[in-house]
């Protein structure tokens, strides 16, 4: 067995008790790599129970998986562990690894017992939804328990986010690094004692911190930086960007955050709620709950899911309590079922009078840009719509040969950008659209959330 070289920064992992400990920063920083390194070494010196998370994981080799074994193999302690088909087993103390996906998941994982340390890794990609049930599902034990408080340092789990930032408005940033002292902050007082405790460590990791960084990664980040340096403080010193590259409502997004239209918005009792979906069954079906409010929509709600049959989106939206208004559904809606039935059909069953299928347009492109349409007018819940926030703003051109392609890519953000483009689609027929762009661009722009002005014509 080899001695284990561990970076000097990052040595906190392995001494300091915290409930969080967030590594974030650019490329070369080895964060992925020096968290197994220690989790590693933990599992060998005592018997522990690791999960190792991703937001999206559709098989075990989207995991960390090999990572793990390759700092197993790297260090000589093939003779410490058995490497499992889907797990890892340290052999001398009893310790797991289990390799896990989240947002389908998070549920079930309430019922795996004892999990001291969750390590969630890419945590850029983790939804609002997963990180306000992910804490409250890594728990302890009481402190009176024989068996102690769980955790590396027998004082409860720890959980471990890893991540490369991306964009400012994801979750994991705004709470960790954004809004750390009221999401994370360092010290919290213990409730006995009033003595401070640490509650989070959030370190930001770069290339620089790694003293074995090679060679040719310093070339290759020596060039990225004469040839793009906005590019290369993101990729290499860990900066977010207003969008991610080849993002179709680059500019719808950045606009909307400039105009300050996305924060709290209300729900109100007396206006109905529109719901507008996607479809999809290995894919997501995604469902935006809209009201219009004078001349501006309030997109109040969003929420998605897979492998769920149509029932439970039905009920989901009555969980909700809203005054419906009209139900739209995508072109495919009137298809048939395995069970012979539309889903439309089930739909109207719960409610009678009250679902509109939206045609099919003859190009991608027409709900695109009848989407781009309609931002100017929309007002977001921040906390509610999160998820279907960060579907529009990942949805991205296919990049093929290096060029941006006509077609967008599909990907687990794709589908809820369609139920927004199944909002457009429902207002106006591509036609009908330029003519009301021509008739509102002279219309006063929304200057606090939920205002309302004059009514206009619309469908809703």
């Known amino acids: 067995m080899r001695e284990i070289e561990f970076p000097q920064k990052l040595e906190f992992l392995l001494t300091t008790p915290a409930r969080y400990k967030v ?27 690791i999960a190792c998370f991703r937001e999206f994981q559709k098989s075990i080799a989207e995991s960390v998986y090999q990572t793990i074994v390759h700092v197993i193999g790297e260090y000589e302690l093939e003779d410490q562990f058995e490497i499992l088909e889907k797990s890892i087993r340290c052999i001398r103390t009893g310790s797991e690894f289990l390799f896990l996906g989240l947002r389908y998941n998070i549920d079930s994982i309430k019922s795996l017992s004892r999990i001291d340390i969750a390590w969630v890794e890419e945590a850029r990609n983790v939804s609002k939804t997963s990180l306000d049930k992910l804490g409250p599902t890594i728990r302890g034990r009481h402190e009176t328990d024989k068996a102690g408080m769980g955790g590396p340092f027998g004082l409860g789990p720890e959980i471990w986010f890893s991540f490369n930032p991306e964009l400012d408005t994801d979750e994991v940033y705004k709470r960790f690094v954004l809004k750390r002292d009221i999401y994370a902050p360092e010290f919290i007082p213990n409730e006995k004692t009033g003595e401070l405790e640490r509650y989070a460590i959030v370190t930001k990791v770069g290339w620089e911190d790694n003293k074995w960084f090679p060679a040719d990664m310093r070339r290759d980040m ?39 239209r996305r924060g709290k918005v209300p729900y109100d009792p007396s206006k109905p709620v529109h719901a507008f979906w996607d479809l999809g069954h290995a894919d997501h079906t995604s469902i935006w709950f809209v009201q219009r409010v004078g001349m501006y929509y309030n997109v109040i709600n969003f929420y998605q899911n897979r492998l769920e049959k149509v029932p439970h989106y039905i009920e989901m939206m009555q969980s909700f309590e809203y005054n419906y208004g009209t139900i739209y559904l995508p072109h495919d809606g009137e298809n048939e079922t395995l069970a012979s039935r539309s889903v439309a059909k089930i739909v109207r069953d719960s409610y009678p009078g009250k679902v509109k299928i939206v045609p099919r347009v003859a190009k991608k492109e027409m709900g695109i840009r009848a989407a781009r349409m309609i931002f100017d007018f929309c007002n977001f819940d921040e906390d509610n719509t999160s998820e279907g926030w960060q579907c529009l703003c990942r949805y991205q051109y296919e990049i093929k040969d290096g060029q941006y392609s006509k077609m967008p ?9 369609d139920a927004f483009q199944t909002f457009a689609l429902s207002l106006k027929s591509e036609t009908a659209s330029t ?26």
């Open 435 to 460: 003519k009301f762009k021509e008739r509102t661009d002279n219309m006063p722009k929304l200057i606090t959330l939920g205002s309302a002005n004059t009514t206009w014509m619309g469908n809703l």
């Open 222 to 260: 020596l060039i990225a930086k004469a040839a793009d340096e906005a590019d290369w403080l993101h990729v290499w010193e860990g900066h977010t960007k207003q969008t991610l590259d080849g993002a179709i409502y680059a500019k719808e997004i950045k606009k909307v955050l400039v105009d300050g």
């Open 23 to 49: 590594l974030y920063g650019g490329r070369g920083g080895m964060k992925t790599e020096s968290i197994a390194r220690a989790l590693a070494i933990l599992s060998v010196q005592q018997k522990l129970r």
């Open 409 to 417: 890519l599909h990907n687990e953000y794709s589908d809820g950008a």
